[in-house]
């Protein structure tokens, strides 16, 4: 059996709960038809949108407006073609809301405009340049293959399996196409996140077929697509490969670079955070797992004993952990680096074929997603020296197939508020003064609370948590419940559940 299984079997989930308290003080749950996303405005408005199927129709695509009292304001609906595979959005200062989707075997881009002032709306679609190939799997582990940047998608993908951007202006539908100089079929490309408020975007980038890899590469790109600068090479220690990145500028020639390091581009063992100034590296630290005090800190007793053994024996414990990285956040005169820990699952499956026509049965493992076990939290001197580790459980029962972020986090005054949420669980942790709190996971639905006696929930269709103002944050999740005593036809319906929290420090 792989390690890895072995060590999801040895899970332990602590309960630490803190004074702080997660307090509701408004719900609402409305009737919303199709699979539900919700986002916040800059003006604190809620945007949900849905695509919404009709046997023998065209696909709509309906967007809703609502205040803070959960409140509808108004809606936008239009049609939407079908086998959408990927969405995202981004915000104007304008009311003007751009949502664009990816579809119909990755060749065309379909964007929509809703503006939450006038609830009008309008749409645009174009071809992909020709030959495109959007995203290829050239991003690796943790990596993203698009973001959204100055009202622009950049967007990874090849031309004749060689890596490029593609640059499309959701404004007017122009696109353009950026190669990177010596950028050949085997480069593995990722985006390092970024925000809107950042100069410029990075791209991070190695020859992963090399037997040893000896440099990674990061060049930056302007909101027009156009290099900056020569790319930046950074040496490869042995069992640090930079697995993947997160940007945070201190001005507009400083930024700070974190991630992970591992063996290859998967297997999470340590932690990085570069210093760099004008495209150029100033300063770097690496830390290894092995090194922290809290990283194993969720396991159980026997599996503590086996970590001891291996250090009396001056072994390192390998956990062949995967992790995903968060931009870093200065706080308490430190900066703060979060990474959120996950282990690939298998299933057992049994399979029949025939050998001169006699069954025989083979037993195979077969992936069946990725376990989150915990987050880490590393805290490192303005030097990039370390200072202290913590750890704190993620309660999370989903098992995505691919790299996700779960933790989002929101500093209100020396407090480092990490949240999350996933079918139907609210996590929340927090830092300060030196020291981990958790509090107790909130049910979204509370199904005593938030169903009538006839209603019985059949599905989650997906939960979300935002941070909106002052300290208010908005949790939602899509549901989809069953009446028995509805009219007949019309036993099912869809909604979203809608909960404004606070969190009270006693």
């Known amino acids: 059996?792989?390690?890895?299984?072995?060590?999801?079997?040895?899970?332990?989930?602590?309960?630490?709960?803190?004074?702080?308290?997660?307090?509701?003080?408004?719900?609402?749950?409305?009737?919303?038809?199709?699979?539900?996303?919700?986002?916040?405005?800059?003006?604190?408005?809620?945007?949900?949108?849905?695509?919404?199927?009709?046997?023998?129709?065209?696909?709509?695509?309906?967007?809703?407006?609502?205040?803070?009292?959960?409140?509808?304001?108004?809606?936008?609906?239009?049609?939407?073609?079908?086998?959408?595979?990927?969405?995202?959005?981004?915000l104007s200062d304008k009311g003007d809301n751009y949502f664009s989707f990816i579809l119909d075997n990755h060749r065309k881009i379909h964007s929509v405009v809703f503006n939450t002032e006038t609830f009008e709306g309008s749409k645009l679609q174009v071809d992909l340049?020709?030959?495109?190939?959007?995203?290829?799997?050239?991003?690796?582990?943790?990596?993203?293959?698009?973001?959204?940047?100055?009202?622009?998608?950049?967007?990874?993908?090849?031309?004749?399996?060689?890596?490029?951007?593609?640059?499309?202006?959701?404004?007017?539908?122009?696109?353009?196409?950026?190669?990177?100089?010596?950028?050949?079929?085997?480069?593995?490309?990722?985006?390092?996140?970024?925000?809107?408020?950042?100069?410029?975007?990075?791209?991070?980038?190695?020859?992963?077929?090399?037997?040893?890899?000896?440099?990674?590469?990061?060049?930056?790109?302007?909101?027009?697509?156009?290099?900056?600068?020569?790319?930046?090479?950074?040496?490869?220690?042995?069992?640090?490969?930079?697995?993947?990145?997160?940007?945070?500028?201190?001005?507009?020639?400083k930024s700070l670079i974190c991630g992970v390091t591992g063996e290859s581009s998967s297997t999470a063992k340590g932690m990085y955070i570069l210093e760099m100034e004008d495209g150029a590296v100033v300063k770097r630290s690496d830390y290894d797992f092995n090194e922290f005090k809290d990283f194993y800190s969720t396991l159980n007793a026997k599996t503590q004993k086996r970590i001891e053994r291996k250090k009396s024996r001056k072994k390192n414990f390998e956990s062949q952990c995967y992790m995903v990285t968060h931009p870093v956040v200065f706080n308490e005169n430190a900066w703060t680096i979060v990474g959120e820990v996950f282990y690939p699952t298998y299933r057992t499956e049994y399979r029949t074929t025939y050998v001169n026509g006699r069954p025989v049965t083979n037993t195979v493992y077969v992936f069946d997603g990725f376990a989150y076990s915990h987050a880490v939290v590393l805290q490192v001197s303005p030097e990039l020296e370390k200072i202290r580790d913590y750890a704190f459980n993620l309660d999370v029962k989903e098992k995505p197939f691919y790299p996700k972020k779960f933790v989002r986090i929101q500093q209100t005054d020396s407090k480092l508020n990490f949240f999350y949420a996933s079918s139907n669980r609210f996590g929340h942790a927090s830092l300060e003064n030196g020291g981990i709190t958790e509090s107790e996971t909130l049910s979204i639905v509370n199904e005593e609370d938030d169903l009538k006696e006839t209603e019985k929930l059949k599905n989650w269709g997906g939960a979300n948590v935002s941070y909106w103002y002052e300290n208010y944050y908005l949790v939602s999740e899509a549901i989809e419940i069953k009446d028995k005593d509805a009219s007949a036809g019309n036993k099912r319906k869809q909604y979203i559940q809608f909960k404004k929290i606070k969190i009270v420090s006693e």
């Open 129 to 253: 340049v020709d030959k495109f190939i959007l995203n290829g799997n050239i991003d690796f582990l943790g990596g993203h293959s698009t973001v959204c940047f100055q009202n622009k998608f950049f967007i990874l993908g090849t031309i004749k399996n060689v890596p490029c951007v593609l640059v499309y202006n959701m404004l007017t539908g122009t696109q353009h196409l950026t190669f990177i100089p010596g950028m050949n079929k085997k480069m593995k490309v990722s985006f390092l996140s970024s925000d809107e408020s950042a100069p410029s975007l990075q791209l991070m980038y190695f020859n992963y077929k090399s037997k040893n890899i000896e440099n990674q590469f990061i060049v930056s790109i302007n909101e027009f697509g156009e290099l900056e600068g020569n790319p930046c090479a950074l040496s490869v220690q042995k069992g640090k490969i930079l697995i993947d990145g997160n940007v945070t500028w201190i001005d507009e020639h």
């Open 1 to 90: 059996m792989k390690q890895q299984l072995i060590f999801i079997f040895f899970l332990f989930f602590k309960l630490s709960y803190s004074a702080a308290q997660i307090s509701v003080v408004e719900e609402k749950r409305i009737e919303h038809e199709g699979s539900v996303s919700t986002c916040i405005t800059p003006d604190n408005k809620i945007i949900t949108y849905a695509i919404q199927h009709e046997k023998g129709e065209d696909d709509q695509i309906e967007f809703r407006a609502f205040d803070d009292h959960f409140n509808e304001e108004g809606r936008f609906k239009t049609s939407c073609p079908a086998k959408i595979n990927y969405s995202t959005n981004a």
